[in-house]
């Protein structure tokens, strides 16, 4: 059991029978009453956000989570299949459980989460940014590079990200897995 007022973000509790990981919190001391604690809690296997606001002092069943690196081997129909990277054992993990799989690739090192009291995983999250190649897109033209204008491109996943004019066809570039912008040209 904890406290309202030790949720931070990341934090697993299980509430209503459902196991919620906090992603967003905040302490509010409203000029009359008590100090309360506002929290943005995402549903782990729904990925359903809620608003939830308890008062400090309430008391939460706490959920024992691990983080463990895991790397993604291939696709088997809607699962993903993934390796321990410390037990080399195979597990096989849901679409809808995977942070940012739109931009995973073979061999990419993925964190996944496991409760650790059954064993269960609970989701995977790809790190917040990716180097992936772009596979096609528009030729940039000279002297495009002080405008905000963005184009299409198809990047080495099957995904469309809007990038620079000045990026080229078979550029490498980093991109942000948890929206999918573009952040920057990566020189080989």
Same mark, same amino acid.
């Given at each position: !059991?904890? +406290?309202? @007022?030790?949720?931070?973000? *990341?934090?697993?509790?299980?509430? /209503?029978?459902?196991?919620?990981?906090?992603? %967003?919190?905040?302490? #509010?001391?409203?000029?009359?009453?008590?100090? #309360? !604690?506002?929290?943005?809690?995402?549903?782990?296997?729904?990925?359903? #956000?809620? %608003?939830?606001?308890?008062?400090? *002092?309430?008391?939460?069943? /706490?959920?024992?989570?691990?983080?463990?690196? &895991? @790397?993604?081997? &291939?696709? /088997?129909?809607?699962? &993903?299949?993934?390796? +321990? @990277?410390? =037990?080399?054992?195979?597990?096989?993990?849901?679409?809808?459980?995977?942070?940012?799989?739109?931009?995973?690739?073979?061999?990419?090192?993925?964190?996944?989460?496991?409760?650790?009291?059954? *064993?269960?995983?609970?989701?995977?999250? !790809?790190?917040?940014? =990716?180097?992936?190649?772009?596979?096609?897109?528009?030729?940039?033209?000279?002297?495009?590079?002080? =405008? +905000?204008?963005?184009?299409?491109?198809?990047?080495?996943? *099957?995904?469309?990200?809007?990038?620079?004019?000045?990026?080229?066809?078979?550029?490498?570039? @980093?991109? /942000?897995?948890?929206?999918?912008?573009?952040?920057?040209?990566?020189?080989?």
């Amino acid at each position: !059991m904890i +406290n309202s @007022q030790e949720i931070k973000i *990341g934090t697993c509790i299980r509430l /209503d029978n459902q196991i919620y990981t906090c992603i %967003d919190f905040q302490h #509010v001391k409203p000029g009359k009453g008590n100090t #309360v !604690m506002r929290t943005k809690l995402k549903n782990v296997t729904t990925g359903r #956000v809620l %608003d939830r606001t308890f008062q400090i *002092g309430f008391k939460l069943e /706490d959920v024992r989570i691990e983080r463990r690196p &895991y @790397q993604y081997l &291939y696709q /088997d129909g809607e699962d &993903y299949i993934f390796m +321990n @990277q410390e =037990t080399f054992e195979q597990a096989p993990i849901a679409k809808e459980a995977i942070t940012g799989v739109a931009f995973m690739k073979e061999s990419d090192i993925v964190e996944v989460v496991t409760d650790t009291t059954d *064993g269960t995983v609970l989701f995977a999250e !790809m790190p917040v940014k =990716t180097v992936l190649r772009i596979t096609h897109s528009e030729p940039g033209i000279k002297g495009d590079t002080a =405008t +905000n204008a963005t184009k299409p491109a198809t990047l080495e996943t *099957g995904v469309e990200v809007r990038v620079p004019l000045f990026i080229n066809e078979g550029e490498l570039i @980093q991109v /942000d897995t948890r929206d999918g912008s573009y952040l920057q040209r990566i020189k080989e």
